[in-house]
Antibody, heavy 119, light 107 residues
Framework: EVQLLESGGGLVQPGGSLRLACAGSGFDFSISAMNWVRQAPGKGLDWVST????????YYADSVKGRFTISRDNSKNTVFLQMSSLRTEDTGVYYCAQAPRVVSPCDYWGQGALVTVSS | DIVLTQSPDFLSVTPKEKVTITCRASESIGGTLHWYQQKPGQSPKLLIK???QSFSGVPSRFSGSGSATHFTLTIDSLEAEDAATYYC?????????FGQGTKVEIK
């Protein structure tokens, strides 16, 4: 059974930083692309970032480029999202999602981590 | 960026009715269009990949069709458990984008 478990969410002030982690199991983590997709309260899905299985290729939405960094540790089956210079509009639930390849559907999703950016 | 526009935004449907949701892309995306279901308080679940391929374990009443810029998700004989918001998603190019969602309510 595929499982994805996010952690690291919380309340942070504008301009602050937070690091999310997502631990995967039940699939071949090292060959899977991993995505972060967020959802603002009461809104739709918003793609944030993707990393290839090797970690050699990364992609970002323009809205987070230069502020967020995606990375992975295949020895620990974990993907990370380092978020800096956070803004109130970054508030929402952050989902990690597994995909077979960089450009493919998100087959499985975690339960989400809530990030609240507020003073 | 490729814009995905879903219609309608909201549907109120009685059980056993047939439901059709449309997703239009601002430019051709071939067949790299996927559909997800998100129930309240839950994470999204993949229903249909590459326009028409059912994902593992998805009930047969869900089907997808289309290509290029026009895609549809069909739910034959809606059940009460299908109350959810449905999203289309394109993975043709970055940035990947999602439609705005279609909320399906059961009457």
């Amino acid at each position: 059974e595929v499982q994805l478990l996010e952690s690291g969410g919380g309340l942070v002030q504008p301009g602050g930083s937070l690091r999310l982690a997502c631990a995967g199991s039940g699939f071949d983590f090292s060959i899977s692309a991993m995505n972060w997709v967020r959802q603002a309260p009461g809104k739709g899905l918003d793609w944030v970032s993707t990393i290839s299985g090797s970690g050699g290729s990364t992609y970002y939405a323009d809205s987070v480029k230069g502020r967020f960094t995606i990375s992975r540790d295949n020895s620990k089956n974990t993907v990370f999202l380092q978020m800096s210079s956070l803004r109130t509009e970054d508030t929402g639930v952050y989902y990690c999602a597994q995909a077979p390849r960089v450009v493919s559907p998100c087959d499985y999703w975690g339960q989400g981590a809530l990030v609240t950016v507020s003073s | 960026d490729i814009v995905l526009t879903q219609s309608p935004d909201f549907l109120s449907v009685t059980p056993k009715e047939k439901v059709t949701i449309t997703c239009r892309a601002s430019e051709s995306i071939g067949g790299t269009l996927h559909w997800y279901q998100q129930k309240p308080g839950q994470s999204p679940k993949l229903l249909i990949k590459y326009a028409s391929q059912s994902f593992s374990g998805v009930p047969s009443r869900f089907s997808g069709s289309g290509s290029a810029t026009h895609f549809t998700l069909t739910i034959d004989s809606l059940e009460a458990e299908d109350a959810a918001t449905y999203y289309c998603h394109q993975s043709t190019e970055f940035p990947q984008t999602f439609g705005q969602g279609t909320k399906v309510e059961i009457k």
